[in-house]
């Protein structure tokens, strides 16, 4: 896996085993996601998805007790110069990453390490798995200070935990936890504090093992099946399923198969 040589003030970047993780790591403001720190996400992930990076699996998760305060409300971290306005760096910074996290060519994993608030809970929302610790929570505080809720949750929260939880996360802004956050289908597993940096160390090398493609293919279809009918979907299976049969990984899998053996994919 080629070396990261960029400079990076409010992430921490590395690369293992064909796992590439990022670290939220502006503890002053709890990782609140200021511009700057948004923009060198937005380059750690162009280094991960260089064709050469050897990145099969993107973790991120946030340094101390916090996954992701939000956005940040400090003066002058928004960059607008211009009339007021408190879209600005939705349009500016925060809505390219969240696009650009929909559209990754390989898995995404948010390892959820504490407090995911604001557009931090939509960041973490934002994972293919979505793994927490079990002193984590969530909390949709926008209503707290009278703004509406962002990061796509308006899109995302809707279809994942239906329109009445929705609604309560962002009217009520409580704080949900790790656990009611799994009953309600947010996360996928939760884990004790001292043991989620292993557990999604391993769950992550074993995504980064598996046919790096097909994972690319079936993350676009789950994100863009929430917009076709049924019978579009069924095309674009058929469409995809000729373009990973096409695959060496597919090779790979049937000759596993018929010979009883455990198969080893290559990520082409």
Same mark, same amino acid.
């Given at each position: 896996m080629n070396?990261?040589?960029?400079?990076?003030?409010?992430?921490?970047?590395?690369?293992?085993d064909?796992?590439?993780?990022?670290?939220?790591?502006?503890?002053?403001?709890?990782?609140?996601?200021?511009p700057a720190m948004v923009r060198e996400i937005m380059a750690a992930l162009d280094a991960f998805e260089a064709p050469d990076s050897g990145v099969r699996c993107i973790v991120m998760s946030g340094s101390g007790n916090?996954?992701?305060?939000?956005?940040?409300?400090?003066?002058?971290?928004?960059?607008? *110069? %211009? @009339?007021?306005?408190?879209?600005?760096?939705?349009?500016?910074?925060?809505?390219?990453?969240?696009? /650009?996290?929909?559209?990754?060519?390989?898995?995404?994993?948010?390892?959820?390490?504490?407090?995911?608030?604001?557009?931090?809970?939509s960041l973490a929302l934002m994972g293919d798995l979505v793994l927490a610790a079990s002193s984590s929570f969530f909390l949709h505080g926008f209503r707290n200070v009278g703004l509406i809720p962002d990061g796509g949750a308006t899109w995302m929260l809707p279809r994942v935990i239906g329109r009445a939880r929705a609604m309560e996360m962002s009217l009520l802004g409580e704080r949900l936890s790790a656990a009611?956050?799994?009953?309600?289908?947010?996360?996928?597993?939760?884990?004790?504090?001292?043991?989620l940096i292993a557990q999604v160390r391993r769950v992550a090398v074993s995504i980064a *093992? %598996? @046919?790096?493609?097909?994972?690319?293919?079936?993350r676009r279809l789950?994100?863009?099946?929430?917009? /076709?009918?049924?019978?579009?979907?069924?095309?674009?299976?058929?469409?995809?399923?000729?373009?990973?049969?096409?695959?060496?990984?597919?090779?790979e899998g049937v000759a596993a198969f018929r010979q009883r053996r455990a198969p080893v994919f290559k990520g082409r």
């Open positions: 070396a990261i040589t960029a400079k990076f003030e409010q992430i921490i970047v590395a690369g293992h064909g796992v590439g993780t990022i670290t939220l790591n502006n503890p002053v403001l709890k990782n609140a996601a200021t916090a996954f992701c305060s939000g956005g940040s409300l400090r003066p002058g971290d928004s960059e607008n *110069t %211009g @009339p007021a306005d408190a879209g600005y760096t939705l349009e500016a910074t925060h809505n390219p990453l969240i696009l /650009r996290l929909r559209g990754l060519t390989v898995p995404f994993i948010t390892a959820v390490n504490g407090a995911a608030v604001g557009f931090g809970a009611q956050a799994f009953e309600w289908g947010i996360v996928n597993r939760v884990y004790e504090d001292d043991e *093992t %598996g @046919p790096t493609r097909s994972f690319a293919i079936t789950y994100w863009d099946g929430a917009e /076709r009918c049924f019978e579009e979907q069924l095309a674009a299976e058929r469409q995809a399923q000729r373009a990973v049969g096409a695959t060496e990984d597919y090779q």
